[in-house]
Every structure is written in C-alpha cells, then in structure tokens.
C-alpha cells in the first residue's frame, strides 16, 4: 500500500490543488453563503407542491398542478431510486455542495482525458483547467443552469473512456464509458449529450477510415461492438431518465404540433419552431471573443461604471454623477444579435494561441479529427447567421430539431480547442527535435495571433462595429427617455466608445498573455527554461486569465447568505390574501410578470402560469391562440382560475380580482358538440360558456354513448379529496351525465375509475379531461400511474446492478493483474 501511494503521489498531489482551487473560487459557500441564480428561483417556485408532498408521502409525486395547469414531473424534478448513478452524484454533492462538485467534476474528467491521451500528469492539470475554467462553465453556473453544467462536466471523461476504448483497452474502456455516460445521461440535459454524439459521429468516422486504410477491421468491429454495449447499458441505466422523457416529449412544444401554422411550410414532422430555436444563435464575427472576451462588449448589462463615457456624458447633461452612474450601469454594452446575454465565449488567448499552433505542429488522426468537429460545431453554433448549414441539420438530422439555443454547441469547441492546445505543448515535449522548421512556425503563430489582438487594440472601429440592427431603437428609446434628440445622439455615441474601449482594454490585454505564451516557449526550446518550470508558469498564466474573467461573471457579490436566499421568492400580501380561501383546487393567474414564463407564483398557488422549457404543446397552442393580444376568460374559467393578480397601473401597486364565473373544479354541461378537427377545437373555445357547453373532437366517439349524453336536473358534482397524483369526486346525477374537469388532458399515465371500474377519459374544450358517467351516486378517482414510469424503474435497476458487477469485476481483474506482477 505505502508504494502504491508512492507511486501516485503526483496524482493526490494534483488532487489536491484542484481541491484548493474549488475551495478558494467558492470560498463564500463554505463560508454559510449560496448563489443567486435566476432559473433556480424559477426552479424552487415550480419544485414547491411536489417537494411538499414528498415531505409528506416520502416519495415525490409524478403530476403537479402547480404550472401550466397541470403536467408531469419528469423534467421537473425526479427521485430515479432505481439508478445507481443517483447515489454517486448524492455522495459527490454530500462532500462538495453544488456548485462546488461541478467545477471539481470539470478538473477531474479533463484530467484524466489528457491522461488518456498520455499527457505528462502535470501538463494533463494545466489541460484540465484550460477545460474547466472556460467561461461559459461559469456563467452556466451563474444562471443557474446546473443541469446543463453537470452534463458539460461529464463531457471529457466521455471522450477519454472511447479514446482508451479506442488504444485497446477492452476492459477498462468499456466500463468507464458506461459509468461516465451514466452519469452525464443522468444529469438530464441530453441536448449535451446530443451535442457530444455529433463530433463523436466525426471520431467514428476518422477511426472507420484509418481501420479502412490500415485494414484493421477486426480491432474496429471490436471496440465498436464494446462501445455500443457500454452505450446500450448506460441507456438502460437511465431507462427512468429517459423513456418517460421521450414519451413526454413528442406531446410537448418539441413534438408535433395539432394545429398547422398557416406561414410554416417547412413540412416537419415535429420539433421546435426554427425561429424560436434560432434565437440564440452564435454571430460570425462573435467568435473574436474566443481570444479577447470583451470584443463584442461582455455582458448586456452591468459592466459600465463612473468612469465610463456614457456618465461623463450624462454628467455634462446635468446628470447628478450617482445617477448617471446608475444609468451607464443599466445600459446594453454587448452589441451583438442575441436578445441578452449573460457574457462571452472564452477560451483563453494562451489557449487560442496553443490551438493554433497545435494546428501547425501536431500531427495525426485526433488533430484532424478535433478540426473537423469544432469547424462542424462552431458553423452548427451560427443558427440563423449561417443557415446553410443549421438549416441542413435543422431539417434532416435526427432530432437536431428539439433543441433550441444553438449557440450551446460551442461547449464542443470549449473541449476541443484546449485539449490540441495541450497536445501542441506535448509535441514540443516529445518531437521538438523532429519538427521542421519549428522555430518560423512558432514566430508566425505568434506574429498572427498577437499581431490580430494588436490590430483591434490599435484600431477596434476598423473591425468591430459596435452596434448592431437594434441601435436605432436604442436611440429612439433613450429620445424619448430624454426628450431631446441631441441628448440621446450623445448618450448613444459615448455607449460605442465605451464599448470600443472595453475591447481594447481586453486586446492588449489578450496580447500580452499571448507574448508571455510565446516567450515561454520560445525560452523552453532554446533550452533556457526547464520543463517542469516552463509547465508550472503556463500553468499559472492560462489559470489566471481565465480565473480574472469568470470572476466578471460568477464573483463574491453573486452569493447572499443562506438565510437571505431561502426568501427568494417571498409572500406578498396578495397571496396571503388568496391562500385564506381554503377551497382544495383553484387556480391563480398572475400578470404582473410574463404569466408563462416566471414560476414564481406557483410557490404559493396552482399557478395557470409558469416557467419549463418543454410545456405540453395543446397548452402552449391554447396560449397563442387564446392569449395573444388578449385574454380569453372564457378559457380561465374552463381551467378554474379563480384570482387574477393584477399591478394598478396608477401606483403600481399590486391587487386580486377574484372571478365569480370560474368553472369550479367539475361540472356537468348540457350538450356536447363534436368537432372533426383540432382547429376546429381551438376555435370552438374562443367564445363559448364552458359550463353549458363542451367540445369534444369527434375521434372519441367510440367510447361514448351519443345516445345518453347531456346534463339531467339536479346533478351535482365536487372534488373531496385532493393529491397531485391522485384526485377523487363524488357525484350524484339521476340520469347519464358528461362531466368536464378543469384538469389538463394528458392520456400517457392518468386513469379514470368509476367506483372502481375503469373508464375512458375523453378530451374536451381542446385540452381538459372529461368523463361520460352513469347516473346515480357515485365516487370518480383519477390516478397518474404512467406504465412507462413503472417499467423504466424495473430497467433501470437491472442495469445498475449490471454497471456495478461491471465496475467490480474491472477493478478486481485489476488487482489480480498487479498482484501477479
């Protein structure tokens, strides 16, 4: 043991400085402090009823009721009991808190990565943090997407394990494909994964090829048959991860629509609009900021201060200085066509300068292969800028279309371009001697790269413009702010010279990190400078340049004390108000925000509103059909929306409107009205009375008695008892009756029972449940217990216990093999 440790000292070494670099960027959180992250206030306010009754029951339910009306839990939040990977990343999180455990996990995979690609273990440390500390893995984390930055994390291991796989490891290979893939999958955000499997399809290819010209078929067809497996186990260990998911999903705003645009002609058969989709869309020119971040202006807002020219200006204008401070604060200074965004894609311009030589002096199939997929990956990232491409993946690649966002592709770059980056280093460790004409290749590296940050700090205008098609709103909102058009012509040029400054601040800024790279290595082959110091200062270099700009976007002021953010979302007085009605199921619906995209409200009620990227798509139709422009109350009432929160728009102030016509949680209509299409449906309850009357699409027929519908005098029907998964009425009706339920339709898990017998659900008014029920006293029971749920847990289990003896039995052929030795 006492050699064994000996041996890997380096590696706990290693360990440990990575350790210390957690503890010191997250020094707050072990200070009692946590992060204020904008989706995860959304994600508290949408996770509330479910973690209620979780505390209740022991387990969370799989429906909550709490947005949109209705909708399952699965990409809300979800215990996975049965998936091993669960309890790793709980042990993880136990030792170091999120977000802590996921900048560690960053370290770890890019390290062993490079050490796969047999990197030296102190040249794989500087690699992994090259990896990790790119600066969107922060500002991910900022956001509060930890989700998608779980899923990054997982990443490089990924594509260590099929790189051992592919050197001829047909044991350790496999099974840490599987274990990492599990644990990426399980991090629940495939649109990562998706990402990743494309610049995979492009190592396949480039192995296919080479087995091809070297006629290595049989190695090939082995290690592809291992991964594969590896692949088809890691699936079935998220089985409960993802076959509900699926199932969701083609019924969600990612599958297909039911009412046909009149302007889409594209012919999908589903997906995402392509300009919803395309809205974040990478701009050609914006990929300057890979090298100098502050290129297109940083973030929208937040980065001018006193000093700026936009509060000299204001100042000039008679301004107090504290406010035209606050002003310039407020102004947009990132200049590029996303709507917002929260900071820039930097690699670092050591790490740009590196890559580029790698380029020149690396040799071998993983260069080609690395340049062929951040070439794909980054075109891919353009979207709407650069369509020929998007629009060929958009339209014909495999599920490309479920995605939005695009711009997210550029996680693959921020892998890819550090790891030649580093092989660039290692070849001049390894081939120095054998490289031609080094010396001129690294001289015109460095006279490109650092002659291109120049330019811009010498002349910014020449290349960069500053503004972009929003401008001249700009400049009519801050006229008519101002009232006077000079004022605001000045306001608008100083912001562009305050934004051509922060470009150069950051040009010469990125120059010098590239002469201080340059110098190192020009000193290192000219034998002035050792290895393992030349290793140890370009370490320090790239860590403190991309540490100085994540700390712009994820610093100490992003953290509150913990006790401040567990009142994130606080009571108002209008919800005290409302939660004294003690009915068991009304519906709130709260316009002082965007009521579809903030789930702040559903912390406290059965929010109509909400905030999920993947919304049930019959209820996003409903919302750009009976929303637009103006509100349907008819609609309110069918969905039993009994407060409306309003603001006054003379104070301000915030007040309740509560709504004496909504439809209760159950009732009997008198007549039904069938329809033959779902346009037909939509329009029907655009203006209708939803308790006299329902709609019902004419593909339910078969399971309903024509002959006996409508609503017998004296029929009563109320909700008793109330649990997000299950609900229970009772009713009492002398004759047959059609009853509605001011519940979301959604057949991939709810059952109807009438004194314990099932019976069939029909959709009614385009997006409720509805019942044909006899006539009598009777007890109506409503229970979500989708199969796909029950059979997926049953999968997952059998191929963690698979993953598990897999682990087992690698680790012990590992001992016996070194006990041998």
């Known amino acids: 043991m006492k050699q064994w ?88 999180n136990t030792i170091f808190p999120a977000p802590t455990d996921i900048v560690l996990i960053y370290l770890l995979g890019g390290y062993f990565l490079f050490s796969v690609l047999r990197v030296k273990p102190w040249l794989a440390a500087v690699g992994a943090v090259a990896l990790a500390f790119t600066s969107y893995n922060f500002i991910y984390i900022e956001a509060g997407h930890l989700n998608k930055a779980y899923a990054i994390a997982y990443l490089p291991p990924i594509i260590g394990a099929i790189l051992l796989c592919y050197r001829g490891s047909r044991l350790w290979g496999p099974v840490l494909l599987t274990l990492f893939l599990a644990l990426e999958i399980r991090s629940n955000h495939i649109q990562m994964t998706y990402y990743l499997f494309i610049a995979l399809v492009v ?89 100098i971040p502050n290129a297109y202006g940083g973030r929208s807002g937040g980065v001018l201060d006193g000093k700026s020219e936009v509060t000299k200006t204001m100042t000039g204008l008679g301004v107090p200085e504290m406010q035209a401070a606050q002003f310039a604060n407020q102004l947009p200074t990132y200049w590029g066509e996303k709507m917002f965004t929260s900071g820039p894609w930097y690699f670092g ?13 690396v040799k071998g199939k993983i260069k080609w292969w690395i340049l062929s997929a951040t070439v794909l990956t980054i075109l891919l990232a353009f979207g709407r800028h650069f369509p020929l491409i998007s629009d060929l993946f958009f339209d014909y690649f495999p599920m490309y279309n479920k995605f939005r966002a695009v711009e997210s592709i550029l996680v693959i770059p921020a892998i890819l371009i550090p790891i030649l980056a580093i092989l660039a280093i290692n070849e001049l460790f390894t081939n120095a001697d054998r490289i031609p004409n080094l010396d001129r290749k690294i001289r015109y590296t460095f006279i490109g790269v650092g002659g291109f940050c120049l330019l811009i700090a010498f002349m910014p205008s020449l290349f960069l413009e500053f503004r972009n098609s929003q401008h001249q709103q700009l400049v009519s909102s801050l006229e008519q702010m101002f009232g006077d058009k000079q004022a605001a012509g000045q306001v608008a040029s100083a912001l562009i010279k305050d934004r051509a400054s922060l470009a150069t601040a950051d040009a010469y800024r990125s120059f010098f990190i590239v002469l201080i790279t340059f110098g190192l290595i020009w000193f290192y082959i000219k034998k002035k400078l050792s290895m393992p110091l030349f290793i140890g200062i370009l370490g320090v270099v790239i860590l403190a340049d991309l540490w100085a700009v994540d700390k712009r976007y994820l610093n100490n002021d992003s953290f509150v004390d913990e006790r401040a953010s567990n009142t994130r979302i606080p009571e108002r007085e209008v919800d005290q108000l409302i939660r004294m009605d003690k009915d068991l199921s009304y519906r709130v619906f709260d316009l002082t925000t965007n009521p579809f995209s903030d789930a702040r409200a559903s912390f406290y009620h059965k929010n109509l509103g909400g905030y999920h990227a993947a919304k049930l798509m019959r209820f996003q139709e409903v919302v750009e059909h009976q929303f637009n422009g103006a509100i349907n109350e008819d609609v309110l009432d069918m969905f039993n929306v009994r407060y409306v929160i309003t ?108 004194d314990g017998e099932e019976a069939p659900i029909v959709r009614a008014d385009y997006i409720l449940r509805a019942l044909q029920v006899p006539g009598g006293n009777h007890t109506i029971e409503f229970i979500f217990a989708p199969k796909t749920m029950q059979i997926s847990n049953i999968v997952s289990l059998i191929a963690s216990v698979l993953l598990v003896l897999g682990l087992g039995f690698a680790i012990w052929r590992g001992n016996r093999r070194e006990t041998k030795q």
């Open 5 to 92: 440790f000996k041996e890997n000292s380096t590696h706990f070494i290693i360990l440990a400085i990575f350790i210390a670099l957690v503890f010191f960027y997250f020094s707050p959180i072990f200070g009692g402090k946590t992060l204020v992250q904008s989706d995860v206030v959304q994600a508290v306010g949408s996770q509330k009823e479910l973690f209620d009754y979780k505390e209740k029951d022991g387990h969370a339910p799989s429906w909550t009721n709490s947005m949109f009306g209705g909708m399952p839990t699965y990409q809300i939040w979800y215990e996975h009991a049965n998936n091993v990977t669960s309890y790793i990343n709980k042990g993880i």
């Open 203 to 291: 190592l396949v290819g480039f192995e296919l090829y080479y087995a091809i010209r070297d006629k290595q078929w049989k190695p090939f067809l082995q290690v592809s048959a291992l991964q594969v497996g590896a692949v088809l186990v890691a699936v079935l260990v998220n089985a409960s991860v993802l076959f509900p998911t699926y199932e969701y999903s083609q019924l969600t705003i990612r599958g297909k629509a039911n009412i046909q645009k009149v302007d889409d002609n594209s012919g999908r058969s589903g997906g995402l609009d392509k300009q919803y989709a395309y809205e974040w869309s990478q701009g050609v020119g914006e990929n300057i900021t890979f090298l």
């Open 349 to 361: 311009a050591a790490v740009i300068f590196l890559f580029i030589l790698g380029l020149v002096i």
């Open 647 to 754: 603001k006054n728009p003379e104070n301000n102030a915030e007040q309740i409107k509560r709504r004496s016509t909504a439809a209760g949680n159950a009732w009997f209509v008198d007549r039904v009205t069938f329809v033959n299409s779902n346009a037909q449906e939509m329009q029907a309850i655009s203006s209708f009375d939803p308790q006299k009357e329902a709609f019902v699409h004419e593909a339910f027929k078969n399971v309903l008695n024509t002959a006996r519908l409508g609503k017998s005098e004296n029929a009563e029907i109320k909700l008793v008892s109330y649990h997000p998964d299950t609900l229970k009425y009772e009713y009492t009706s002398p004759t047959d009756a059609f009853a509605v339920f001011s519940e979301v339709f959604y057949d991939k898990g709810w059952k109807a029972y009438i």
